[in-house]
């Protein structure tokens, strides 16, 4: 520090000096949190009421990473005879993550889940923070908590108060590269007819209070939230009408379901949103609308783009029927009408869901944007990294964790944790 004195510090050393005075100062705050944590582990060890048939062995040192660095912590050890696992009353109560202090643990899975691998986000704890976790262990943390993270992002909650005129509920699947033995027996779109992903399904809740000037719906601020599953359909909507539930479904003035037009989503709506408003992605309908006029016409026809601008306007104007019917007068020959009979299925089958022009006076939204979004975000920039392949137990872990984040329940779900740990030390097994 005293080249620091003798000169007044410039580029390089600059940082050097910072780097010193982290280190400096997290090395007395390591040290005050040590003398802190042991103080209330002797107190807790003091007052400990083993359970029947646990036995106390003794005291058992370990040495505690935190945020600030790492530190001894010396406790009371209890085992059980005939268990494997014996039980620290000190770590229950304090809430240590094996040797992980909770904020440290709550750091290193947020930094796991949300960097793309797990070294990236090693790196990114030791540039910012100066803390040095593996990337293995990152990843063993995250497994860890991340098993707890799945089942608690799809338990029974009491409702929130909601009084949005809008609520919105938001699904769809996308596929995550999986390994090989995650995908025996699973269909898929390689030419041999076997699959590269498996599918998660990604649901949204999102609530709406106003419009915009011009009429256009407007997302609350920080309202969606959002759950993952690998389950089937039928499951996945059992959890997502229970995460609507929790938002506070029931006192939304309108439930408006905004899904894309496949036939599964469709009976998820009808089993576990009957009394929604259903509509298909607008731009969904875009995508079957193309498909329909290049069966009718080539891209370079003089007729195609004023045709597609027309059947567009007719869309946004409950004009689904009108389609439908000058299409079939456009078809010419035999094959062109088989094919373009296939496309117009779609429109046949969503006609209901398809009265945009209808929807929009309502100030409801149309296009499915928000979970779209979501489906890349959540899923696609941390599962479709190049040469990721996953199993789905850790795929699930790391999903529920960023949807956790993502919808502000971070806090929530880590107080949980902590109480639950807290309970292990009830004298009776009031926590099972």
């Keep these: 520090m005293r080249q620091f004195a003798a000169r007044p510090p410039g580029g390089e050393a600059v940082q050097q000096l910072e780097v010193l005075l982290r ?11 040590e003398f802190l944590l042991q103080q209330a582990a002797d107190r807790i060890d003091a007052a400990y009421q083993p359970k029947p048939g646990q036995v106390r062995k003794g005291r058992e040192s370990l040495r505690v990473q935190g945020i600030f660095g790492s530190f001894g912590l010396t406790r009371d050890y209890y085992y059980h005879a005939g268990k494997t696992e014996g039980h ?18 709550r750091l290193i899975c947020l930094e796991g889940a949300d960097e793309t691998s797990y070294e990236k986000a090693s790196s990114h704890l030791q540039e910012t923070g100066g803390i040095s976790v593996s990337g293995r262990q990152i990843q063993r943390t995250v497994a860890r908590v991340g098993k707890e993270a799945v089942a608690w992002q799809k338990h029974e ?33 390689q030419q041999d007819g076997s699959a590269k992903t498996k599918q998660v399904y990604l649901g949204c809740v999102f609530t709406q209070h106003q419009c915009d000037e011009e009429g256009h719906p407007m997302r609350d601020w920080e309202s969606t939230s959002y759950i993952s599953s690998f389950d089937s359909v039928d499951y996945f909507g059992i959890w997502l009408r229970r995460e609507a539930l929790r938002r506070g479904m029931g006192g939304a003035q309108q439930i408006v379901l905004l899904i894309d037009g496949a036939s599964g989503l469709e009976k998820l709506g009808k089993d576990y949103f009957p009394d929604a408003v259903q509509i298909v992605d607008f731009y969904h309908a875009l995508e079957h609308l193309q498909v329909a006029l290049e069966i009718l016409w080539n891209k370079t ?41 296939k496309a117009l299925g779609y429109f046949e089958r969503n006609q209901a869901r398809m009265q945009y022009g209808s929807f929009r006076r309502k100030g409801y939204f149309i296009g499915s944007g928000v979970i779209e979004a979501g489906c890349r975000a959540v899923v696609g920039s941390r599962c479709k990294q190049s040469g990721m392949f996953w199993s789905r137990p850790g795929a699930e872990k790391i999903l529920a964790l960023r949807c956790i984040h993502r919808s502000q329940r971070l806090s929530s779900f880590w107080k949980d944790r902590l109480n639950h740990s807290v309970a292990n030390n009830d004298p009776l097994d009031l926590a099972a």
Aim: aromatic share 6%; with cysteine; proline share 8%.
């Design 157 to 189: 909650s009491p409702p929130q108060k909601c009084d949005a005129p809008v609520m919105y509920i938001s699904a769809d699947g996308t596929g995550v590269p999986m390994r090989r033995v995650e995908l025996a027996g699973v269909d898929g779109k």
């Design 23 to 33: 280190t400096a100062l997290f090395k007395t705050a390591s040290e005050l949190v």
């Design 88 to 105: 620290y009353p000190a770590d229950a109560a304090l809430g240590l993550e094996v040797a992980y202090t909770p904020a440290l643990a």
């Design 301 to 341: 026809h003089p007729d195609f783009q004023k045709q597609r601008r027309r059947w567009i306007q007719l869309l946004l104007k409950d004009g689904v029927a009108r389609i439908i019917t000058a299409a079939r007068r456009a078809a010419t020959d035999g094959p062109q009408v088989a094919a373009l009979e």
